[in-house]
């Protein structure tokens, strides 16, 4: 059975939205592969084989945005204020820099899609795994390239 994902109300839609895109790329990128196929008298013309691959291309990323829509299960804001969730504003405090940044917790196909008001974090990034079931107040490390790289952050608030 495929795996469910979960998006926020808003992931969902710019995700709509995308697909939406696409087809329409799709639309415009058969049309141009039908004008290189008529004007090209050599089946190795390199015009013709770029209008393949990004035809391919988008025909690939249609695919997964209708499998991610399929499986999406939208979730609102069922997680209590107390614990970082998927779905939830979360003010980091960065311990090194002093600086606040406020980012929204959420799925990894949410997080690869443009657009939004808000920095998003994916829940299996190397941030998003370490945030995932924190608490106001707690502070957490994350490691990058291999341990050479530390940031340390706080939680100062959630909601959702």
Not at 32 to 43: P, R, T
Not at 80 to 107: C, F, N, P, R, Y
Request: proline share 2%; glycine share 8%; net charge negative.
């Amino acid at each position: 059975m495929a795996r469910e994902i979960k998006l926020t109300q808003e992931g969902f839609d710019r995700l709509r939205r995308t697909l939406e895109q696409e087809q329409t790329r799709l639309i415009e990128a058969t049309r141009n592969l039908q004008l290189q196929m008529e004007a090209s008298d050599d089946y190795e013309d390199n015009g013709l084989e770029e209008a393949k691959r990004e035809k391919m291309a988008i025909e690939m990323r249609i695919e997964e945005l209708e499998d991610t829509l399929a499986r999406a299960t939208i979730i609102a804001g069922s997680g209590d204020a107390e614990t970082a969730g998927l779905g939830a504003l979360i003010v980091l405090h960065d311990e090194k820099t002093g600086k606040e940044m406020k980012v929204q917790l959420v799925s990894a196909p949410e997080a690869s899609v443009l657009g939004g008001s808000l920095p998003r974090i994916s829940e299996d990034s190397p941030v998003g795994l370490q945030l995932m079931g924190r608490k106001i107040g707690e502070s957490f490390v994350v490691n990058l390239d291999e341990g050479r790289r530390q940031l340390k952050y706080r939680v100062v608030s959630i909601e959702y």
